[in-house]
Protein backbone atom coordinates (compact mmCIF):
# COMPACT_ATOMS: atom_id res chain seq x y z
CA UNK A 1 0.00 0.00 0.00
CA UNK A 2 0.93 3.60 -0.85
CA UNK A 3 2.35 5.40 2.29
CA UNK A 4 3.92 8.73 3.21
CA UNK A 5 6.11 9.33 6.12
CA UNK A 6 7.77 12.53 7.69
CA UNK A 7 10.33 11.43 10.54
CA UNK A 8 9.74 14.92 12.44
CA UNK A 9 6.68 15.82 13.93
CA UNK A 10 8.54 19.48 14.87
CA UNK A 11 11.87 20.75 13.79
CA UNK A 12 13.04 24.37 15.05
CA UNK A 13 15.21 26.62 13.49
CA UNK A 14 17.23 30.05 13.26
CA UNK A 15 16.25 32.47 10.94
CA UNK A 16 19.01 32.38 8.50
CA UNK A 17 19.97 28.84 8.78
CA UNK A 18 19.68 26.09 6.22
CA UNK A 19 16.54 23.66 6.56
CA UNK A 20 15.53 20.06 5.52
CA UNK A 21 12.29 18.42 6.03
CA UNK A 22 12.21 14.72 5.45
CA UNK A 23 10.05 12.87 3.75
CA UNK A 24 10.04 8.92 2.66
CA UNK A 25 7.36 7.49 0.32
CA UNK A 26 6.13 4.00 0.14
CA UNK A 27 5.03 3.16 -3.47
CA UNK A 28 5.93 0.34 -6.22
CA UNK A 29 6.37 2.54 -9.54
CA UNK A 30 7.34 5.93 -10.08
CA UNK A 31 5.15 8.14 -7.68
CA UNK A 32 3.98 11.71 -8.07
CA UNK A 33 5.60 13.61 -5.10
CA UNK A 34 4.38 17.05 -3.87
CA UNK A 35 5.33 18.73 -0.97
CA UNK A 36 2.66 21.56 0.64
CA UNK A 37 2.66 24.09 3.48
CA UNK A 38 -0.16 25.19 5.70
CA UNK A 39 0.50 28.34 7.32
CA UNK A 40 -1.93 28.98 10.40
CA UNK A 41 -5.60 29.51 9.37
CA UNK A 42 -4.56 29.16 5.85
CA UNK A 43 -5.47 26.42 3.12
CA UNK A 44 -2.53 24.15 1.95
CA UNK A 45 -0.07 25.81 -0.65
CA UNK A 46 1.94 23.73 -3.22
CA UNK A 47 5.76 24.20 -2.63
CA UNK A 48 6.84 22.51 -5.38
CA UNK A 49 6.05 18.86 -6.97
CA UNK A 50 7.72 16.61 -9.19
CA UNK A 51 6.65 14.17 -11.83
CA UNK A 52 9.68 13.10 -13.98
CA UNK A 53 13.31 14.44 -15.26
CA UNK A 54 15.70 16.33 -13.37
CA UNK A 55 15.21 14.41 -9.56
CA UNK A 56 16.21 18.38 -7.88
CA UNK A 57 12.82 20.09 -8.18
CA UNK A 58 12.62 23.79 -7.34
CA UNK A 59 9.87 25.52 -5.94
CA UNK A 60 8.18 28.62 -4.84
CA UNK A 61 9.84 30.70 -2.34
CA UNK A 62 13.37 29.76 -2.48
CA UNK A 63 12.22 25.82 -1.51
CA UNK A 64 13.56 23.04 -3.63
CA UNK A 65 13.40 18.83 -3.21
CA UNK A 66 15.19 16.11 -4.29
CA UNK A 67 13.98 13.02 -5.24
CA UNK A 68 16.11 10.19 -4.63
CA UNK A 69 14.60 6.85 -5.74
CA UNK A 70 17.20 4.57 -4.14
CA UNK A 71 16.08 5.83 -0.69
CA UNK A 72 12.92 6.34 -1.44
CA UNK A 73 12.66 9.97 -0.14
CA UNK A 74 11.61 13.80 -1.10
CA UNK A 75 13.58 15.82 0.97
CA UNK A 76 12.36 19.38 1.25
CA UNK A 77 15.62 22.16 1.49
CA UNK A 78 15.86 25.78 1.52
CA UNK A 79 19.17 27.45 1.73
CA UNK A 80 18.70 30.07 4.38
CA UNK A 81 15.33 30.56 6.49
CA UNK A 82 13.18 33.37 6.69
CA UNK A 83 10.53 33.91 9.73
CA UNK A 84 7.81 33.55 7.58
CA UNK A 85 8.90 29.94 6.55
CA UNK A 86 7.14 28.99 10.26
CA UNK A 87 4.24 26.47 9.06
CA UNK A 88 3.36 23.61 8.63
CA UNK A 89 4.70 21.24 5.61
CA UNK A 90 2.68 18.13 4.21
CA UNK A 91 4.36 15.71 1.56
CA UNK A 92 2.03 13.86 -0.71
CA UNK A 93 2.54 10.92 -3.11
CA UNK A 94 -0.03 10.72 -5.86
CA UNK A 95 -0.02 7.02 -8.06
CA UNK A 96 -0.59 6.89 -11.81
CA UNK A 97 -3.17 3.68 -10.89
CA UNK A 98 -5.07 5.80 -8.40
CA UNK A 99 -6.56 8.65 -7.80
CA UNK A 100 -5.79 9.54 -4.47
CA UNK A 101 -3.21 11.39 -2.71
CA UNK A 102 -1.37 10.31 -0.01
CA UNK A 103 -0.48 12.55 2.91
CA UNK A 104 2.17 12.34 5.63
CA UNK A 105 1.49 13.55 8.83
CA UNK A 106 3.12 16.89 8.77
CA UNK A 107 6.30 18.55 10.19
CA UNK A 108 5.63 21.55 12.18
CA UNK A 109 8.23 24.22 11.41
CA UNK A 110 9.11 26.61 14.35
CA UNK A 111 11.71 29.55 13.29
CA UNK A 112 13.37 31.71 16.05
CA UNK A 113 14.95 35.14 15.50
CA UNK B 1 -9.07 33.79 -10.69
CA UNK B 2 -10.77 32.88 -7.93
CA UNK B 3 -9.68 29.61 -5.87
CA UNK B 4 -11.38 27.26 -4.02
CA UNK B 5 -14.03 28.36 -1.69
CA UNK B 6 -15.54 26.41 1.15
CA UNK B 7 -18.44 27.42 3.54
CA UNK B 8 -18.87 27.71 6.64
CA UNK B 9 -15.17 28.48 7.87
CA UNK B 10 -16.34 27.65 11.46
CA UNK B 11 -19.17 25.88 12.16
CA UNK B 12 -20.30 24.31 15.80
CA UNK B 13 -22.43 21.71 16.55
CA UNK B 14 -24.79 19.62 19.23
CA UNK B 15 -23.73 16.18 19.23
CA UNK B 16 -26.69 14.54 17.43
CA UNK B 17 -27.07 16.86 14.67
CA UNK B 18 -26.71 16.89 10.73
CA UNK B 19 -24.25 19.43 9.68
CA UNK B 20 -24.01 20.36 5.69
CA UNK B 21 -20.34 21.63 3.90
CA UNK B 22 -20.07 23.27 1.00
CA UNK B 23 -17.58 23.30 -1.71
CA UNK B 24 -16.97 25.59 -4.87
CA UNK B 25 -14.24 24.16 -7.16
CA UNK B 26 -12.26 26.17 -9.00
CA UNK B 27 -14.05 26.58 -12.12
CA UNK B 28 -13.59 24.47 -14.90
CA UNK B 29 -11.83 21.44 -12.54
CA UNK B 30 -13.24 18.52 -12.92
CA UNK B 31 -12.14 16.42 -9.81
CA UNK B 32 -12.99 17.40 -6.56
CA UNK B 33 -11.84 15.65 -3.15
CA UNK B 34 -12.70 16.08 0.19
CA UNK B 35 -10.01 15.71 3.22
CA UNK B 36 -10.50 15.49 6.79
CA UNK B 37 -7.86 16.85 9.03
CA UNK B 38 -7.95 16.21 12.95
CA UNK B 39 -5.67 17.82 15.36
CA UNK B 40 -2.19 16.26 14.81
CA UNK B 41 -3.07 14.25 12.23
CA UNK B 42 -2.10 13.77 8.75
CA UNK B 43 -4.91 14.58 5.91
CA UNK B 44 -7.33 11.59 5.84
CA UNK B 45 -8.43 11.43 2.41
CA UNK B 46 -12.26 10.84 2.54
CA UNK B 47 -14.27 10.65 -1.07
CA UNK B 48 -13.20 12.23 -4.81
CA UNK B 49 -15.12 12.94 -7.54
CA UNK B 50 -14.99 13.28 -11.48
CA UNK B 51 -17.22 15.20 -12.73
CA UNK B 52 -20.70 14.18 -10.74
CA UNK B 53 -19.56 10.91 -10.11
CA UNK B 54 -17.30 9.50 -7.00
CA UNK B 55 -16.17 6.09 -8.29
CA UNK B 56 -14.06 5.65 -4.80
CA UNK B 57 -15.98 6.00 -1.27
CA UNK B 58 -14.02 3.82 0.55
CA UNK B 59 -12.38 6.34 2.46
CA UNK B 60 -15.35 7.41 4.44
CA UNK B 61 -15.25 6.77 7.96
CA UNK B 62 -18.85 5.46 8.27
CA UNK B 63 -22.34 5.43 6.65
CA UNK B 64 -23.33 8.89 8.59
CA UNK B 65 -20.33 10.52 6.17
CA UNK B 66 -22.13 11.68 2.44
CA UNK B 67 -21.33 13.83 -0.45
CA UNK B 68 -22.90 14.65 -3.61
CA UNK B 69 -21.48 16.88 -6.76
CA UNK B 70 -23.86 18.47 -9.02
CA UNK B 71 -23.33 20.05 -12.30
CA UNK B 72 -19.95 19.22 -11.85
CA UNK B 73 -18.98 22.38 -10.19
CA UNK B 74 -20.33 22.59 -6.01
CA UNK B 75 -20.56 19.78 -3.72
CA UNK B 76 -22.26 19.51 -0.61
CA UNK B 77 -20.47 16.69 2.46
CA UNK B 78 -22.93 16.03 4.78
CA UNK B 79 -22.34 14.13 8.15
CA UNK B 80 -25.12 12.94 9.90
CA UNK B 81 -26.08 12.44 13.92
CA UNK B 82 -22.59 14.00 14.47
CA UNK B 83 -20.28 12.58 17.05
CA UNK B 84 -17.58 14.02 19.08
CA UNK B 85 -14.45 12.29 17.08
CA UNK B 86 -16.10 14.00 13.89
CA UNK B 87 -14.54 16.95 15.16
CA UNK B 88 -11.82 17.93 12.63
CA UNK B 89 -10.96 20.10 9.76
CA UNK B 90 -12.49 19.79 6.54
CA UNK B 91 -10.75 20.51 3.39
CA UNK B 92 -11.45 20.46 0.03
CA UNK B 93 -9.26 20.28 -3.24
CA UNK B 94 -10.00 20.52 -6.99
CA UNK B 95 -7.80 19.61 -9.91
CA UNK B 96 -8.36 20.38 -13.51
CA UNK B 97 -8.08 15.96 -13.88
CA UNK B 98 -7.17 13.34 -11.96
CA UNK B 99 -4.26 13.98 -9.08
CA UNK B 100 -3.63 10.33 -10.43
CA UNK B 101 -2.32 11.46 -13.67
CA UNK B 102 -0.19 14.39 -12.88
CA UNK B 103 -2.70 16.86 -11.95
CA UNK B 104 -1.59 19.57 -8.88
CA UNK B 105 -4.57 19.52 -6.32
CA UNK B 106 -5.50 23.25 -5.31
CA UNK B 107 -6.98 23.42 -1.73
CA UNK B 108 -9.77 25.33 -0.05
CA UNK B 109 -9.43 27.56 3.49
CA UNK B 110 -11.47 24.50 5.00
CA UNK B 111 -14.31 24.10 7.03
CA UNK B 112 -13.54 23.69 11.02
CA UNK B 113 -16.08 21.73 12.55
CA UNK B 114 -16.62 21.15 16.19
CA UNK B 115 -19.23 18.87 17.29
CA UNK B 116 -19.40 19.39 21.12
Known amino acids: AQSVTQPDIHITVSEGASLELRCNYS??????LFWYVQSPGQGLQLLLKYFSGDTLVQGIKGFEAEFKRSQSSFNLRKPSVHWSDAAEYFCAVGTNTGNQFYFGTGTSLTVIP | GAGVSQSPSNKVTEKGKDVELRCDPISGHTALYWYRQSLGQGLEFLIY????????KSGLPSDRFSAERTGGSVSTLTIQRTQQEDSAVYLC??????????????FGPGTRLLVL
Open chain 2, 49 to 56: FQGNSAPD
Open chain 2, 93 to 106: ASSLGLAGRQETQY
Open chain 1, 27 to 32: YGATPY
